[in-house]
């Protein structure tokens, strides 16, 4: 069963097969950075022989629990902590890497988490609950410039000034914004115009989960990580759900997949490139239909290149 209840698994077999697609096959360790309810991990162990091991990371407690059935084989291990763990793991000792970025569906209908504006429920949006502060913590002592610019910054938002002047003033009069429902009302009160069929607050909810999770830090960490920890033909298979995920990783890909050549030195052999790009993909219209969430998905595959002696 590769599927949890509940969750459905975005390019599922996509990017197994290309994780295990490499010129070190299904050889060696691979790490799944973001376990969730262990869709990927599942068929990756289904396709790995007795001496291979996948090393799964998750920041979720919910995640951790989902994980314990796969404790009676050998070959799996998962670690309580952010895929930024992956620096920790040995150099050219990974043939596989795989993220796949985002907040994972029964987050979402968990109104308990604070994801979604669609269900009422705590302000927290963190994806571990048992350590930093939640984003009603945040939002009770930051001021306009500090959320304007996280807004902006991180929900790419136009109207984040007025929307933090808003919650600082419902603040200043009704007293901290606990609830999910408080903060999508305040800012659809805010936000009179939006694209069709988005609610106001989508791009406020996206900006205040990724900046109380350090998400886009995180995401560059892993990237470098993964470039140290990765064998000669080991495979980096990225899955992102917005746009400021995939520009990180377009943006790591290219830098990597190219020669740099010294301009001081202009007749020196060039620095060889690290990463060879491969694949850009995205869901197909079937699993779109099945899966709408699916939607914004893009995948990205690079392979590790021989490390010069």
């Not at 390019?11 to 376990?35: I, K, N, Q, S, Y």
């Not at 913590?137 to 807004?151: D, F, H, K, N, S």
């Not at 052999?269 to 993909?281: C, F, K, S, T, V």
């Amino acid at each position: 069963m590769n599927q949890a209840p509940g969750h459905t698994t975005v390019l599922l077999h996509e990017a197994v097969e290309h994780l295990l697609g490499g010129p070190l096959g299904a050889r060696g360790c691979f790490v799944d950075g973001t376990f969730g309810r262990g869709g990927h991990s599942r068929l990756i162990l289904s396709r790995l022989g007795a001496d291979a091991r996948l090393i799964a990371f998750d920041k979720d407690p919910q995640a951790i629990a989902e994980a314990a059935p796969l404790a009676a084989d050998a070959r799996f291990a998962i670690r309580h902590e952010g895929f930024c763990g992956i620096a920790e793991l040995p150099p050219g000792s990974v043939s596989g890497v795989l993220l796949d970025l985002g907040v994972s569906s029964p987050q979402i209908d968990t109104p308990e988490r604070g994801f979604s504006f669609r269900f009422d429920g705590p302000l927290d949006m963190r994806m571990d609950t048992t350590r930093g502060h939640s984003v009603a913590e945040w939002l009770a002592g930051a001021e306009p410039p500090a959320i304007a610019q996280v807004i902006r910054d991180y929900g790419e938002e136009r109207f984040a000034g007025p929307i933090a002047k808003a919650l600082v003033a419902w603040r200043d009069k009704h007293g901290p914004i606990t609830r999910t429902a408080q903060l999508a009302d305040i800012v659809a009160a805010t936000v009179r115009t939006r694209e069709p069929g988005q609610h106001p607050a989508t791009r406020t909810f996206q900006a205040l989960r990724i900046h109380i999770n350090a998400e886009l830090q995180e995401l560059r960490q892993a990237l470098a990580a993964s470039l140290s920890v990765l064998a000669p033909g080991g495979r980096l298979v990225v899955i992102s759900f917005h746009s400021l995920e995939d520009r990180i990783v377009k943006q790591f890909i290219a830098q990597h997949a190219k020669e740099v050549y010294d301009r001081r030195a202009p007749f020196a052999a060039p620095q060889p490139m690290h990463l060879r790009a491969l694949e850009r993909i995205k869901p197909g219209a079937a699993e779109v239909a099945a899966n709408p969430r699916a939607r914004s998905a893009v995948m990205r595959v690079a392979e590790r290149t021989e490390v010069p002696a």
